[in-house]
């Protein structure tokens, strides 16, 4: 029988490139209300790679990633961003940090130029500094002539994007995703992905992408599968695969939730 241990060799150990990495979490432990959200959880982003955390609603990305932004204080274990504790060193880890959340956080009655302009002040951006990135990012998701239309005149994909480009406008090198692409049709969701692989590849900005959809994980992606709280598998999603002689992530997922059951 396939083994289903959740850390082994293919784990995604901390350490495994040169400086530390993007994000590394070890022994995280959450409850709510007494009940255990997240199990002793434990993964790292490598710096400049894309880590799809993958589960099913109610897995506990969400909670994960509120811990990570400091949201939530963690009650066990240790979050670190580029070598930064996020509960002793928040601003050096959150400086580093672009966070694009679940639930839509953008203000529909202000134009796309204005929300930037905003969040580059809470970010200590000067005028100057902050108009040129606002220009770079809205030019790098060809959506510059958006720029002046209130996002409640924008697509669900457009607005997303900005969203996007607004995680980024600090040049942060770790971007936090969190289900990013849920409500928006097809392209929009494939444009999305495609666009932040090629941040990825690019700029060399790692990411954490939250995701319940199986879909949007590529075989030489890095995969975290969360379960109810708890890590059941990391690795190459090629590996996870064939790991359990499984005929496609499709199926190796319904094997790897199934046996945890
Ligand atoms: P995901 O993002 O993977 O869908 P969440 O982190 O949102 O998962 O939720 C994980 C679990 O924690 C769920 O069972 C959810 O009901 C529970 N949970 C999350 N936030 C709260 C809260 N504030 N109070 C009570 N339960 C919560
Ligand atoms: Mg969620």
Known sequence: MADLAPRGTDALQAGSGEGPDALAVSGLTHRIGGRVILDQVEFVVPAGRLVTLLGPN?????????????????????????????RKESSAALSQMGVVFQQRAIDPDLTARQN?????????????RAR???AAELGRMGLTKDADRKIRTLS????????????????????????????????????????????????????LWATHLIDEVEAEDLVVVLHR???????????????????GLNDAFRRITEAAA
């Open 229 to 247: 709280g708890r890590v059941l598998r990391q690795g190459r999603a090629r590996d996870i695969v064939a790991a359990l002689g499984a005929d």
């Open 156 to 207: 669900g994909g457009e607005s997303r994007r900005i969203e996007i480009a607004r995680a980024l406008l600090h040049d942060p090198r770790l971007l936090l995703c969190d289900e990013a692409t849920v409500g928006l049709d097809l392209r929009s969701r494939a444009d999305i992905l495609a666009d932040i692989r090629g941040l990825v590849r690019e700029r060399g900005v790692a990411v």
């Open 116 to 128: 930037l302009a905003y969040h580059a002040a809470l970010h200590g951006l000067s005028p100057r």
């Open 58 to 86: 109610g897995a506990g990305k969400t909670t994960l990633l509120s811990l990570v932004t400091r949201l939530y204080t963690a009650q066990q274990g240790e979050i670190r961003v580029f070598g930064h504790d996020v």
């Open 132 to 134: 040129d990135r606002i």
